[in-house]
Nanobody, 115 residues
Framework: QVQLVESGGGLVQAGGSLRLSCAAS????????MGWYRQAPGKQRELVAT???????RYADSVKYRFTISRDNAKNTIYLQMNSLKPEDTAVYYC?????????WGQGTQVTVSS
């Protein structure tokens, strides 16, 4: 089992910034992909960004050039730096980790961007 604990969500005005963190613990394997997904009310969960253990990143078009995903392998932690936030970024943000064919999810952290 893998446990994922997110932190860093909150309320921010449009144009502001937030930084999310997600720490993994438990049965950790070095080869993995971690990422952030989000789900707004009434919408499906969507990919925000992912990063492999070697540092390869992928972003949704809607957040490219505004959000940056990074990781500290020594701490089994990933980060999501979110800049130039927009009201449409409001959602619950979920951390994920895929390893050995299994996907794990965090409990989610709320991000609210006011206009």
């Amino acid at each position: 089992q893998v446990q994922l604990v997110e932190s860093g969500g909150g309320l921010v005005q449009a144009g502001g910034s937030l930084r999310l963190s997600c720490a993994a613990s438990g049965n950790i394997f070095s080869i993995n992909v971690m990422g952030w997904y989000r789900q707004a009310p009434g919408k499906q969960r969507e990919l925000v960004a992912t990063i492999t253990n070697t540092g390869f990143t992928r972003y949704a078009d809607s957040v490219k050039y505004r959000f940056t995903i990074s990781r500290d392998n020594a701490k089994n932690t990933i980060y999501l730096q979110m800049n130039s936030l927009k009201p449409e970024d409001t959602a619950v943000y979920y951390c994920s980790r895929v390893q050995e064919g299994y996907a794990y999810w965090g409990q989610g952290t709320q991000v609210t961007v006011s206009s």
